[in-house]
């Protein structure tokens, strides 16, 4: 019984689909770390671990076409990586990730923003994943130290 009921929940939830754009607009929360590197560096590094975490790349971007910000008329270099959505959880959560890397000098601002839905009945979003987004974090880092230190 418990089969033909999870049967009627994945057909019922496959039937409609999550639409993303690659975008996210600003966050409540957005996640922020200062690297000390240059904006090249940062930029390598980090779309580097994104496709060594399975993450592919569905775009560059220069940020402010999609918002304003202080930083894109003072000096700095900035990109917007978008990624394309990853599924998972029985292909019924949608996730993605917007990196904006901010360098000047030899240090970059890198904000990453998350995104998961999940459609089931009911469309559920998700902003938030703080051990996930450090722990790409944590690997940009490493890496920066591993081939740039």
């Given amino acids: 019984m418990q089969f033909v009921a999870f049967v009627f929940l994945f057909f019922l939830s496959s039937c409609s689909s999550v639409q993303t ?8 929360h957005p996640y922020e770390r200062k690297l000390h590197a240059s904006f090249e560096k940062v930029v390598s590094s980090t779309v580097y671990i994104l496709k ?15 918002e304003r910000d202080e930083r894109y008329d003072n000096g700095y270099q900035n990109l917007l990586i978008l990624t394309k959505a990853k599924k998972k959880f029985l292909h019924l959560t949608n996730m993605h990730l917007n990196v904006f890397i901010h360098g000047r000098d030899n240090t970059a601002d890198v904000e990453i923003r ?17 051990q996930f987004i450090e722990d790409i974090f944590d690997d940009i880092e490493k890496d920066l130290g591993r081939n740039y230190g």
């Fill in 21 to 28: 754009t690659e975008y996210i607009s600003r966050a409540d």
């Fill in 52 to 66: 060594r975490q399975g993450w592919s790349v569905a775009e560059e971007a220069i940020p402010s076409i999609y």
């Fill in 114 to 130: 998350y995104e998961a839905q999940t459609s089931m009945i009911k469309q559920f979003v998700s902003t938030r994943n703080d």
